[in-house]
């Protein structure tokens, strides 16, 4: 089940911009995690945080997450047109034997 | 990390047929998992494949439908039974390498006419 919404659904920026996507949950986890996913293909495993973690970066990806207000975001520096693509975050909690849980998903367009 | 490869890649069927996605993992993993992607939507858990046991499946989906074998720690397979135009999406495995860290597969791509 869904227990994440991200925001904002779309997102259209110039090559070389930031973009900055938000994801909030609603109970407790254990981690969050951030996925790409290129044209409706596999996804692609960005970064986990845990939730003892406040930031964590991965070359232009940078991910905070906020326990007391439940939320995270990931932030893509100087973005490319390979960036295209949608975003998810995912929640895993102990009560749910971590499975995961995803959000919707931010559709990110990098203009040339 | 894992790669994870899945086959097919794409498929058109027809209603009322079957088709089973293997999926395969470059190392043992202990949990393994099937996602259903409607199209323009997040994903959905279908099931957890457990090696050795049976699957378990989530609200909504049943093992009539959406059999899973797992007969070892680096393969799995979903089949969609008895399909109808409804189970068009992308289905998508996964493996759980450490404490709920899962890397994907490519997915399969399923049109069914």
């Known amino acids: 089940s869904q227990q994440g919404e991200e925001d904002p659904q779309a997102l259209s920026i110039q090559e070389g911009e930031n973009a900055t996507m938000n994801c909030s949950y609603k109970?407790?986890?254990?981690?969050l995690q951030w996925y790409r996913q290129n044209s409706g293909r596999g996804l692609v495993h960005l970064i986990l945080?845990?939730?003892?973690?406040r930031e964590k970066h991965s070359g232009r990806l940078r991910v905070t997450l906020d326990t007391s207000k439940k939320s995270s975001s990931l932030l893509i520096t100087a973005s490319r047109a390979a960036d295209t693509a949608s975003y998810f975050c995912?929640?895993?909690?102990?009560?749910?034997?971590?499975?995961?849980?995803f959000g919707a998903g931010t559709t990110v367009t990098v203009r040339a | 990390s894992a790669v994870i490869s899945q086959k097919p890649s794409r498929d058109i069927c027809q209603r009322g047929t079957s088709l089973t996605i293997q999926c395969q993992v470059d190392s043992q993993v202990t949990m393994m998992f099937w996602y259903r992607q409607q199209p323009g939507q997040s994903l959905t858990l279908i099931a957890t494949?457990?090696?050795?046991?049976?699957?378990?499946?989530e609200s909504g989906f049943v093992i009539d439908k959406f059999p899973i074998s797992r007969p070892n720690l680096t393969f799995s397979t979903l089949t969609v039974s008895n399909m109808s135009p409804e189970d068009s999406s992308i289905y998508l495995c996964s493996a759980d390498v450490s404490y709920s860290e899962q890397f994907f597969g490519p997915g399969t791509r399923l049109t069914v006419l």
């Open positions: 494949a457990n090696q050795g046991s049976e699957a378990t499946y």
């Open positions: 995912a929640t895993a909690d102990r009560s749910n034997d971590y499975k995961l849980s």
């Open positions: 109970t407790s986890i254990n981690n």
């Open positions: 945080i845990r939730s003892n973690e």
